[in-house]
């Protein structure tokens, strides 16, 4: 078979006998050029045979042809005929380069490198211009071996294969074979350039030539290797909530390993510490830390290498590599810290226990007469959570909001203490909180095409402020600051407000600070229109609601252009 059936042959499956489908249009039209070709020969037989005839009359002794008409007639039959062969000819000649131009266009925009190669591994002259880049070499005339990059140990497995590949009647098939030849090539930009094998059959059970595809498949492993990771993510993140005190038990044997590999030793008394090293790589494997866990195995290979020969050298590689996994825990501990708590490890194993037991074994000491210090001991120290871990879910709401307002917003930023409180006492004040988040990213924070127009930071920052305050009479107090730096509250549009719900009001006469705490009103909203953020005019009231419920108060401060601050106050009580 010659190249140009070998190239047409290569656009699809190719099966013994077959035709690939979708070609039945492709072979009527390559019948009907042939049809031409058969007839145009046909014609050119016929004119030859005349003119013979014409020429050999007088040879038999026949008389020659000697009128002037028939000799007209012959020669414009003859010119005519030429003629129109030579038309017919030229349309033909013209329909095929043009069909070998659009199959080379289709074939170089697949983007795939296509070439073939005979029994002798050598390619032949047709080859799609993507196996220039694919390939990284012109395949024209070489040796398949060379192309593929097939290193000198190998290249007797695979002239063995081959050699099986072509030979008639064998008993393993086409795709038993080629599964044995290389199925990637090597190329140099870490690239991951696939190689499939397709057969050519000159007849039945003949194999004639051997169809090369090479695909680019970077972006499909990329993205192979990318929900991989998201999938131990994902399994990580399960396996250290199902398993959190194992998890902190693992955390602090990988620090044990970094305290004790920082001191020197020698080789010979180095096998605690490589037994510390091998049973870490398990532990941190089951927990999917694979990123700590690679650089353990790696550091452990190098370490047990022959190629250490002095305790320099083992010290060297073993403080570089104690470098590098404290790197990656660190990496790991980072992306994980706010799901498992900022203070996990001061907190170290944890059991669950249900909220309302521990309140009522603080009834159940105080009815027994245990002493004041001793309740408010296992009250500070064991049932209170510090403040900032009340703030998680109002965070992440943070972070959903702009998301889907399209706005941008960093971390929180947290400023002073992190006092210890009582949670059952704040559920509802803290759960109220959510229509200050919604205010934020609703009224606050601008656009980012905004705040850049007012030489802002395109994202915008919240930040919360706790710590506790000494008042009168020697009362505590729990001070919450949340703060944005958003486009504040404009006091005119508030009085605009108010002109239309309550006209006779005593807003007339306040200070703009004065009148912008109307915003805590039933009912009152800047916004016109409700969306899913705010609108009804109910949120801000729900939260002074809640404060004044604690005995506290709510206070809102703001500056146009600069931003808003909510100031909450509530008697600190740390008893039951």
Request: hydrophobic fraction near 40%.
């Given at each position: 078979m010659d190249d140009a059936s070998t190239l047409a042959l290569t656009n699809g499956d190719i099966s013994a006998g077959r035709a690939p489908a979708g070609t039945s249009s492709a072979l009527t039209e390559a019948q009907r050029h042939v049809d031409v070709l058969h007839t145009s020969l046909a014609g050119m037989t016929a004119i030859v045979v005349v003119l013979l005839v014409a020429v050999a009359l007088p040879v038999f002794g026949l008389m020659a042809v000697t009128s002037l008409l028939s000799f007209v007639i012959i020669t414009v039959a003859t010119i005519g005929g030429i003629g129109y062969l030579y038309y017919l000819n030229f349309a033909v000649h013209k329909l095929v380069s043009d069909h070998a131009n659009l199959t080379e266009v289709l074939v170089n925009s697949l983007g795939q490198g296509f070439l073939s190669f005979g029994i002798d591994g050598k390619c032949d002259s047709v080859y799609s211009q993507a196996?220039?880049?694919?390939?990284?070499?012109?395949?024209?005339?070489?040796?398949?071996?060379?192309?593929?990059?097939?290193?000198?140990?190998?290249?007797?497995?695979?002239?063995?294969?081959?050699?099986?590949?072509?030979?008639?009647?064998?008993?393993?098939?086409?795709?038993?074979?080629?599964?044995?030849?290389?199925?990637?090539?090597?190329?140099?930009?870490?690239?991951?350039?696939?190689?499939?094998?397709?057969?050519?059959?000159?007849?039945?059970?003949?194999?004639?030539?051997?169809?090369?595809?090479?695909?680019?498949?970077?972006?499909?492993?990329?993205?192979?290797?990318?929900?991989?990771?998201?999938?131990?993510?994902?399994?990580?993140?399960?396996?250290?909530?199902?398993?959190?005190?194992?998890?902190?038990?693992?955390?602090?044997?990988?620090?044990?390993?970094?305290?004790?590999?920082?001191?020197?030793?020698?080789?010979?008394?180095?096998?605690?510490?490589?037994?510390?090293?091998?049973?870490?790589?398990?532990?941190?494997?089951?927990?999917?830390?694979?990123?700590?866990?690679?650089?353990?195995?790696?550091?452990?290979?190098?370490?047990?290498?022959?190629?250490?020969?002095?305790?320099?050298?083992?010290?060297?590689?073993?403080?570089?590599?104690?470098?590098?996994?404290?790197?990656?825990?660190?990496?790991?501990?980072?992306?994980?810290?706010?799901?498992?708590?900022?203070?996990?490890?001061?907190?170290?194993?944890?059991?669950?226990?249900?909220?309302?037991?521990?309140?009522?074994?603080?009834?159940?000491?105080?009815?027994?007469?245990?002493?004041?210090?001793?309740?408010?001991?296992?009250?500070?120290?064991?049932?209170?959570?510090?403040?900032?871990?009340?703030?998680?879910?109002?965070?992440?709401?943070?972070?959903?909001?702009?998301?889907?307002?399209?706005?941008?917003?960093?971390?929180?930023?947290?400023?002073?203490?992190?006092?210890?409180?009582?949670?059952?006492?704040?559920?509802?004040?803290?759960?109220?909180?959510?229509?200050?988040?919604?205010?934020?990213?609703?009224?606050?924070?601008?656009?980012?095409?905004?705040r850049l127009g007012r030489s802002k930071d395109p994202a915008g920052q919240v930040s919360i402020h706790c710590d506790l305050e000494m008042g009168a009479e020697n009362q505590q107090w729990l001070h919450i600051g949340i703060e944005d730096d958003g486009g504040g509250i404009d006091p005119t549009r508030v009085r605009a407000k108010l002109a239309t719900t309550a006209p006779e009001g005593k807003w007339h006469e306040q200070s703009d600070h004065a009148v912008i705490q109307n915003i805590f009103s039933w009912g009152f909203s800047t916004r016109d229109v409700v969306n899913e953020l705010s609108g009804h005019g109910v949120g801000m009231e729900a939260v002074e609601r809640e404060v004044k419920n604690l005995g506290g108060k709510i206070e809102v401060f703001s500056e146009m252009g600069k931003g808003t601050r909510f100031e909450i106050r509530v008697p600190y009580i740390l008893s039951i």
């Open positions: 196996c220039l880049d694919l390939l990284a070499t012109v395949p024209s005339g070489k040796d398949i071996m060379d192309v593929l990059r097939v290193p000198e140990e190998g290249r007797g497995d695979f002239k063995d294969w081959l050699d099986v590949l072509f030979m008639p009647n064998h008993a393993l098939g086409f795709q038993d074979v080629v599964n044995f030849l290389p199925q990637f090539f090597p190329h140099g930009d870490s690239r991951r350039i696939t190689l499939v094998y397709r057969p050519i059959y000159s007849k039945p059970e003949i194999l004639s030539r051997v169809v090369l595809i090479a695909t680019d498949q970077t972006e499909e492993y990329a993205a192979q290797d990318l929900a991989e990771k998201r999938q131990d993510y994902a399994d990580m993140i399960c396996r250290i909530f199902r398993e959190r005190n194992q998890f902190l038990a693992t955390i602090t044997h990988v620090r044990q390993f970094l305290e004790q590999s920082s001191l020197p030793v020698t080789r010979e008394t180095s096998s605690d510490l490589l037994r510390m090293l091998h049973t870490l790589k398990a532990a941190v494997k089951h927990f999917h830390l694979n990123d700590v866990g690679d650089t353990v195995h790696a550091l452990e290979g190098i370490l047990r290498s022959e190629t250490i020969t002095t305790d320099e050298q083992f010290n060297a590689e073993l403080a570089s590599g104690r470098r590098r996994i404290e790197k990656d825990l660190n990496d790991v501990l980072e992306q994980i810290k706010e799901l498992i708590g900022q203070d996990y490890e001061r907190r170290g194993n944890m059991h669950e226990i249900e909220e309302s037991a521990l309140y009522n074994f603080a009834v159940v000491m105080n009815a027994a007469g245990t002493s004041h210090e001793v309740i408010d001991h296992y009250l500070r120290f064991i049932v209170a959570l510090p403040i900032r871990d009340c703030f998680n879910q109002f965070d992440r709401e943070l972070a959903d909001l702009a998301e889907i307002t399209g706005k941008q917003v960093k971390p929180i930023r947290y400023t002073g203490s992190n006092p210890p409180v009582l949670t059952r006492r704040l559920h509802g004040l803290m759960f109220s909180l959510t229509h200050i988040c919604r205010n934020i990213i609703d009224h606050g924070i601008e656009p980012a095409v905004t």
